[in-house]
Structure formats: structure tokens, C-alpha cells
């Protein structure tokens, strides 16, 4: 599964800033991150705008699309939880939160002042201007280097490999995760090894699968 960390704290307290200075610093690494934003309001179909009067007309659901993104508004009878929405983000590497401190998921918890709104069990971190009392690692907003370095020891096996496979069916390109990737190319390199008349050392491997 994909590991999903989930940023927390109070109103204010700079965690959409967290997040803009942590994801960056995972991309430099290569790593394809997404990012689920919690928001109670639903403020993402704004009143009397166009797709919230499409909506009220009808239409279940609607989408918006454009030459370079789109989204899908759609009703939910119930609130979906994290690992329902990571259905969405499949092709990533990690899956971090904006909120969701209900969750059972590791958390990383931006401190204002007063305190902690997580207890230190489901914490991997806390990011705070000034240092406070609690047992877990703490990091300043400038030592971004240091939470992701942390994040690769937990989740993402310390570093990221450098081979690269590709799955092609039909003439079209499936995008892997870092995982899957990590998964197929050592269970094929694997079993290749162990058939004999191969050299041990080898670059690039083809295999073609016919159903």
C-alpha cells in the first residue's frame, strides 16, 4: 500500500506552509507525492457558481475540464476515509494529508502554542518554531532535508531505487508507483538469476506476455 502521513495541527499554525516547503524537497528526490486537503466545508462547489447550479439542476456528477487539468464533483452519502481516497492517487509514491487528525495514520504535527492535538504514539514528528517537551523528533520549518530523510527511513525503504521499469499493454504506457516498480523488477530479476547459461551482470530486460 501506499504510505499516506497526515500533516496536523491548529487553525493557523502553518501546515498548507509545511507542505509547500516538504513536497518540493521529496520531488528533488524523485519521489511522485500527492496531497488530500481536508476541508469540513465543503468549499470546493462554491453557492451560485456554475457548477454548483449545474449540480443543483441535476447533473450527478459534473466535471470540469480544461487543456491541462480536471476535477469531479460528485454528492457523497457519507464521508470517504483516507484509505478510500487513496483509490485516487494511485500512482504515487506517498500520499500526504492536509488535516485528517482522526485518522489512524502517522502524523506529523505542526506545534503553534499550547498542546499537542495528537498524542505522541501517533506521531512521527512535530515541526515547531521553538522546541517543546514530548518524546518525539522535532525539526524547524528550514530543516526540511531532515523530515524527508526521516520519511525515507519509515516509508519509503531509505532511498529510491534507480532502476526503472516500464508496463506496456496493448501499445499503452501504465504508470507504476515506486513500489510496484520496486516489486516487479525484483521478482523478474529474481527468477532470471536463477536460470543458468545467463551472464550474471545485465542491463535492460524484455518481456513480452501474450493472453
Known sequence: MIPIISVVGKSGSGKTKFLTKLVPE??????KVAVIKHDVHSRIDLPNKDTWQISKAG?????IAGPKKMAVLRDLDKEKNLDDLAEYCSDVDLILTEGYKKENKPKIEVYSQGSLLSAENELL?????????????????KE?????ELIEKKYLLGKKSKKDVKLIVNGQKIPLNFFVKGFISSTIVGMI???KRLPKKFGEVELKIYS
Open 26 to 31: 521529496l520531488k528533488k528526490r524523485g519521489y
Open 59 to 63: 447533473a450527478k456528477p459534473v466535471l
Open 125 to 141: 514528528a512535530v515541526v515547531s518554531a521553538k522546541r517543546i517537551n514530548c518524546s518525539v523528533p522535532q525539526f524547524r520549518f
Open 144 to 148: 526540511m532535508k531532515k523530515v524527508v
Open 193 to 195: 538469476k536463477s536460470l
